[in-house]
């Protein structure tokens, strides 16, 4: 088997010996060039599997190098070699396209692992955005760009911050940017920031050792730890509060974390990711985001497109979803009757897929054929134009009264329908009848109260 090949760009003898030597051990062959002009020759007659570039370089820059590469040979990574502490050049060479950056002076360690990580991008199977069971389904225009974007973003270990409306599926992009990467057999590990009490949020995130406060009865491992080799998602990150993002930028820059009662740092090699339907710049403006945090981890910002700018996807999305509901129940998905279909055409959506999901699985339990109606659906009616308040509530406040209305319904659902299996000595046909409703809506209703037992 042929050995895989490193270009090295860097015009000091010392570092191009020091790198071809590390990469010899790594069973690796190399290629050297000393100006940027070399390293495009070497690229022309090699092509090799992976670049390290200095960024000073004498007749131009590693960021040249970075976007002549990205051009003309989109398939070989190329990473940045940085001075120590610049930030601002490694985000630079990563918003060009550069797979990732280490800083002087080199630790081999982290070369390695670099190096290695590089390496396995043109091993990758070429699932794309479909890897798995996951899916982005649709074709609408700003599905398939972002389809595109995806693909391009698995290529690279730049954080990227997903924009979206709640519901629009901003965790299957997380995981489908994850699921096609190199990182792809490591953990993917997912947290909202705001479901984290304020006081545990330092050792969520860091971990902590046994008796380092009250309640801390054994050694924790935290999200970062947990993470290792793989991606660390946060999702609604501009929830954290302002204490917190300073320790999460520390973390970020110095790729090491210090769990609670520590003395020690832990090295971490994590890929960040993060999410929020808020509007981050807005809230950097406000003050309630630092902006040292957010040039972090917006260094690429992508953004998934409401229901409402893509109900041409609605036939697909809603036979997929079908499908899935029936497949978790063991039965043949039914089907959507042409008005239902025209009913979810002209509603507003405001928890998108995800409310559309919880619409059909509703629809499902109530129909009593295998065609699902209007009825069956049970749309809420979208308020005109003129019956809207002047100030609607936060998508926040609205998700949080919704919930507690939900818990509420739910409680009030289930003290009936146990009444009714008691009455009825638990005989779950006779409870349908008594109820008045479908044999299937009960199995349903049973499921989803977690009455089956």
């Known amino acids: 088997m042929t050995a895989q090949t490193v270009l090295i760009v860097d015009d000091e003898p010392d570092i191009r010996e020091l790198l071809a030597i590390t990469l010899s051990r790594m069973g690796l062959e190399s290629l050297s060039a000393a100006t940027l ?65 280490i800083s002087k002076p080199i630790e081999l360690d982290r070369l390695r692992s670099l190096v290695n ?11 794309g955005p479909g890897h798995g069971k996951l899916q982005l389904i649709g074709h609408a225009p700003r599905i398939v760009a972002l389809r595109e974007q995806i693909e391009k973003l698995a290529r690279s270990q730049a954080p990227v911050h997903i924009r979206g409306e709640s519901g629009v599926g901003k965790e299957v992009v997380a995981r489908l940017i994850h ?53 660390l998602f ?20 110095e790729k090491t974390v210090r769990p609670v009662g520590a003395s020690e740092e832990l090295t971490t090699d994590v890929r960040l990711l993060s999410a929020t339907h808020k509007n981050l710049a807005a809230e950097v403006r406000a003050g309630d985001f630092r902006n040292d945090l957010y040039y972090r981890i917006n260094v690429i910002d992508i953004q998934v497109p409401s229901l409402r700018e893509r109900l041409e996807d609605l036939p697909e999305l809603v036979s997929a979803l079908l499908a899935r509901i029936a497949g978790s129940d063991g039965g043949t998905p039914p089907t959507l009757a042409p008005a239902a279909l025209e009913a979810l055409r002209g509603y507003h959506f405001p928890g998108n897929v995800r409310e559309l999901e919880n619409i059909l699985e509703r629809a499902c339990a109530l129909a009593d054929q295998q065609q699902i109606t209007v009825a069956d659906l049970q749309l809420p009616a979208s308020p005109a134009p003129e019956d809207q308040p002047a100030r609607s ?7 949080a009264a919704f919930g507690q ?19 009825s000595r638990w005989n779950k046909t006779a409870t349908a009848r008594l109820l008045g409703i479908s044999f299937r809506s009960l199995r349903y209703r049973l499921k989803k109260l977690q009455l089956e037992d």
Do not use: W
């Open 37 to 101: 002009q070399q390293a495009r020759e070497q690229m022309a007659a090699v092509q090799p599997d992976l670049c390290l570039t200095d960024m000073r370089l004498p007749d131009g820059n590693g960021i040249n190098l970075v976007e002549y590469i990205n051009r003309e040979y989109p398939h070989i990574p190329v990473a940045m070699i940085t001075a120590h502490g610049s930030v601002e050049t490694a985000i630079s060479a990563l918003k060009a396209g550069a797979f990732d950056f």
């Open 117 to 127: 990580a590089a390496l396995r991008l043109n091993r990758t199977p070429e699932a």
């Open 179 to 231: 699921g096609s990467g190199p990182r792809a057999d490591k953990p993917f590990i997912a947290v909202n920031c705001g479901a984290i009490p304020r006081e545990l949020m330092e050792s969520e995130f860091f971990g902590h050792l046994k008796g380092s406060f009250t309640g801390a009865n054994r050694d924790k491992q935290g999200l970062f730890q947990a993470a290792e080799g793989g991606t």
């Open 234 to 253: 946060l999702d609604e990150v501009a929830d954290l509060p302002l204490s917190m993002q300073v320790k999460l930028l520390r973390a970020i820059q």
């Open 393 to 399: 509530p936060g998508t926040v406040e609205v998700e």
């Open 405 to 423: 209305l939900e818990v509420y319904l739910e409680d009030v659902e289930r003290q009936i329908i146990s009444a009714a299996l008691e009455q």
